[in-house]
């Protein structure tokens, strides 16, 4: 009964357009009516404490950092680079949307912002050259999801504050599933395009790649800093988005000077205004969250899943058709923050690492952004090139298939996760 009413209220009111937030806060007061512990100061505080948290201070910071990117041609010049280095093979363009994506992946740790920039830089020129337009937007779209994977990860922030697990492990162990989430994106682009009729661009000169290495370098620079500092304990999860804001504030005003002090005032409301948003979503998922607990509702479905508790492969495969079958329906935040607090407790009563399960729950959370019908990023990607949402959708089958084929390789295979994470974790 418990989960009946769990489910019921949260789907009934997303049905009725109720927005996701107060969706989530009216289910926990319907689990508090029915365990008829009703307290509105319970609502009120949780709300409070829900968003008083801080590791979750890093949200908004990469939010910034990454409309400052952006904004000031650190994005630009990434794409630059990867242009340089593999723009002349045949198809180079579509490699360097997967190479652009992995690199900017590494700077904002948003699947919004990294699908926007790729798709107003790419498309236009993946269609000049002769590539079909809905095929070379499913590609940017499929190589912006690789951005919550890589760290810095905005995903794994509310992952890890949601459970409870340390935020720092989390990005380590995500640096190489993101690597195979773009050479799987790589191969499926072999494949359509290798019989295609498309120009390519011409050879740069070892000159040239000098010079576009040396203007990106700043750009690169940055995911060094950030991971390097993670790794050797300089800063925390949190301290890296500040120094992420700072680094790309100096590097946009005072080396490359495309940002100006009077478009800040526009770039802090922009991201002040998704925040907030993120932040009430945060905030609203505590007050289930809690309830969640005390109706003990993971308990209740560790007793569902107790035939397959003994086989972890084959639990983690439910598990993530179930995290498939929801992100179809549901953006990456509220599939999160709904999600972790009863499948946690399960995988861990099943024996399974949280920070392996979190890479997985991250990575098959972010491939949700670009299932549709809702396909968060789909839609802006769809929006930037001009293109009507059936038309991404066509384009984008290979490289959601590629995605998926990854996600079922590391469950069948742990080690890819857990010995990568362990090394880089010393």
């Known amino acids: 009964m418990t989960i009946t009413i769990f489910l019921g209220s949260l789907l009934g009111a997303m049905a009725l357009g109720i927005p996701i937030a107060f969706a989530l806060i009216l289910c926990g007061i319907a689990l508090m009516l029915h365990m008829d512990m009703f307290d509105a100061q319970i609502v009120a505080q949780t709300l409070i404490n829900g968003a008083d948290s801080f590791p979750l201070m890093a949200v908004p910071f990469f939010l910034l950092a990454g409309e400052l990117m952006n904004a000031g041609g650190l994005s630009r010049r990434i794409v630059d680079v990867a242009v340089s280095l593999v723009g002349h093979v045949k198809g180079g363009l579509g490699f360097v949307a997967i190479l652009a994506g992995c690199v900017l992946a590494a700077l904002s740790g948003s699947a919004v912002a990294d699908a926007a920039a790729l798709s107003a830089l790419l498309v236009p020129m993946m269609v000049r050259v002769g590539h079909d337009k809905a095929r070379s937007a499913g590609l940017v779209a499929a190589a912006g999801c690789i951005g919550p994977v890589i760290p810095p990860s905005i995903g794994f922030i509310i992952f ?66 950030i991971i390097a500092g993670l790794k050797f304990g300089v800063f925390t999860p949190t301290e890296a988005a500040v120094v992420a804001v700072v680094y790309s504030l100096f590097v946009a ?18 991201s002040a205004r998704t925040s907030a948003v993120v932040m009430l979503l945060i905030a609203a998922a505590m007050v289930s969250a809690w309830m969640i607990t005390a109706a003990d509702l993971p308990g209740l479905i560790v007793e569902a899943l107790e035939p397959w508790m003994d086989n972890k492969t084959l639990l983690l495969l439910l598990i993530m058709a179930l995290v498939v079958l929801v992100g179809t329906a549901m953006d990456m935040t509220p599939t999160i923050l709904i999600l972790t607090p009863v499948l946690l407790p399960v995988v861990k009563a099943a024996g399974i690492d949280p920070i392996y399960f979190g890479v997985l729950f991250i990575m098959n959370c972010a491939i949700g952004l670009i299932t549709p019908p809702v396909g968060t990023v789909l839609n802006v990607v769809a929006g930037v090139s001009k293109l009507s949402m059936g038309e991404v959708v066509k384009g984008v089958w290979p490289f959601l298939l590629a995605e998926l084929a990854v ?8 080690a890819l996760v857990t010995v990568p994470a362990q090394w880089f974790a010393r």
């Open 160 to 225: 890890g504050v949601a459970g409870g697990l340390s935020i720092t492990k989390l990005f380590l162990a995500g640096i190489v599933p993101g690597i195979l989430m773009g050479a799987g994106l790589a191969v499926a682009w072999w494949l359509v395009v290798r019989k295609d009729d498309v120009a390519t661009a011409p050879r740069q000169t070892a000159r040239q790649r000098v010079q576009t290495l040396a203007q990106g370098f700043w750009a690169l620079l940055l995911p060094v800093v």
């Open 253 to 270: 005003v005072v080396v490359y000077r495309e940002l100006r002090l009077a478009d800040l005032y526009g770039i802090f409301v922009a």
């Open 407 to 414: 996600l079922f390789l590391l469950v069948l295979f742990p």
